[in-house]
């Protein structure tokens, strides 16, 4: 079996290729996207530094020859799901070729001289990347104790923690349909509230839409109906990492959410940033999950070191203002890791296929400027944050931007996100 080459396989790699030393696509990311240049049609490629590669154009060139893919046209596809259907021994050698391919300097004159025909490579400012997967099924889980404790004690301040949290993966069926790629602008939506001193319910636009800073994986292998995924078993399963920021609109969801959890407050929209971390450049930074407070069942049993160490942070641009970094936290607190997810998600017989999206729910930190949304960041709207151009948010305003960024690092070796990015725009009339 094929070695995936990362962070640590292979410390000391270095590109040829002109790149900052604080670019989120590092040597040892290598990650994989849908983009297009002009009026050409969306391939697959990938992103070194601020280079974007062609990978249609290395296989055309016979780059690829070699490899165990059983069909060179998945590079032609607009989006991956096709590439990742030709399995992780394919798809982990297709990245570790790229890897030898602008690391070693053999390959370097031929790779330039593609280049001088501009073919191959282009500037990623150049190109426009597109929504890079078919996403048949999206699921949203509730896996940040702190998060769920947060939002509970709102509701209910002496039992914030429902009884089933600390024994299963919570977790809802969401709405594919509406997830966009980073760059796309968002609708202020419309939709029933019920505020507390209000008779009926009223109609009208969300006074109080909202972020959720979430990491979501791929799916990588389809599963057929009654099969199971162990926890053991389940990274065989996941292709790998993209941010994930699930509008919300808090006021449509306190009135519609009982008994069946959130509907029309979180489907108007969610953004995903366009490149796909693998999962084997992330394994390098993993890291112990936090310890669970209660024994779970068997099935949900998970050996050490299950979580990964990704910073994370958001930030909230006002119209044509400066950035504010408004929460920073890490991926690394997940009450409930991946793997217990998938192990639970498939525990009943339910069926995966390539593409779907597993959301891990808002990821909150201890600390009140690690919380990973302004319902909590606000606290339900009572504490205000205040931005850099002297105005204060308790939720988002119409254009605003909301800015999620991530990234992995470790013996100066970073593994980046880049970011999914949006803007909320008003109501369409
Ligand atoms: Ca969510």
Request: proline share 6%; glycine share 8%; hydrophobic share 35%.
């Amino acid at each position: 079996m094929l070695t995936p080459i990362n962070a640590d396989t292979h410390p000391d790699l270095k590109t040829w290729l002109p790149i900052s030393p604080q670019s989120d696509f590092s040597i040892h990311n290598i990650p994989f996207g849908i983009f297009s240049v002009g009026n050409s049609s969306p391939r697959v490629g990938t992103r070194i530094g601020d280079h974007i590669i062609d990978l249609s154009v290395l296989a055309e060139e016979g780059f690829f020859d070699d490899l165990p893919l059983s069909d060179m046209s998945v590079f032609y596809e607009n989006i991956l799901n096709f590439f990742i259907e030709q399995g992780k021994t394919a798809t982990n050698a297709v990245r570790n070729r790229i890897i030898e391919i602008f690391t070693q300097t053999d390959y370097k004159e031929k790779v330039t001289a593609l280049e001088g025909q501009s073919k191959g490579m282009y500037e990623s400012t150049s190109v426009r990347m597109h929504l890079p997967l078919r996403i048949g099924d999206y699921t949203d889980f509730y896996s940040s104790i702190e998060h769920a404790t947060n939002v509970g004690a709102m509701f209910r301040p002496d039992n914030p923690l429902l009884p089933n949290w600390k024994h299963l993966p919570v977790g809802y069926h969401g709405r594919a349909s509406s997830i966009v790629v980073s760059g796309t602008p968002i609708y202020r939506p419309l939709g029933q509230t019920n505020p507390q001193d209000a008779e009926m319910p009223l109609f009208g636009a969300s006074k109080r839409v909202d972020f959720e800073l979430e990491l979501a994986f791929v799916v990588g292998k389809n599963t057929h109906l009654g099969q199971r995924i162990n926890t053991q078993d389940a990274e065989e399963y996941i292709f790998g990492f993209t941010l994930f920021n699930d509008w919300s609109a808090r006021d449509i969801q306190r009135w519609e959410y009982v008994p069946l959890g959130p509907f029309l407050s979180k489907n108007f929209g969610s953004v995903i940033s366009p490149w796909i971390v693998t999962l084997e450049a992330i394994t390098p930074f993993r890291t112990e999950a936090p310890p669970h407070q209660v024994e779970v069942l068997p099935y949900l049993k998970a050996q050490a070191n299950k979580n990964f160490d990704i910073s994370l942070e958001v930030i909230l641009q006002a119209k044509e203002g400066e950035e504010n970094i408004i929460t920073k936290t890490n991926f690394k607190h997940m009450y409930w890791s991946i793997h217990q997810q998938l192990a639970h998600h498939t525990i009943n017989g339910c069926n995966i296929n390539i593409g779907d999206l597993y959301a891990s729910g808002t990821i909150s930190g201890k600390e009140n400027n690690a919380y990973g949304s302004l319902l909590e960041l606000t606290w339900g709207g009572k504490n205000p944050i205040q931005l850099n151009n002297g105005q204060q948010r308790t939720f988002i305003e119409d254009y605003d931007t909301i800015i999620i960024r991530g990234f992995a690092s470790k013996n100066n070796i970073r593994v980046g996100f880049g970011e999914a990015r949006s803007q909320l725009l008003p109501v369409i009339e």
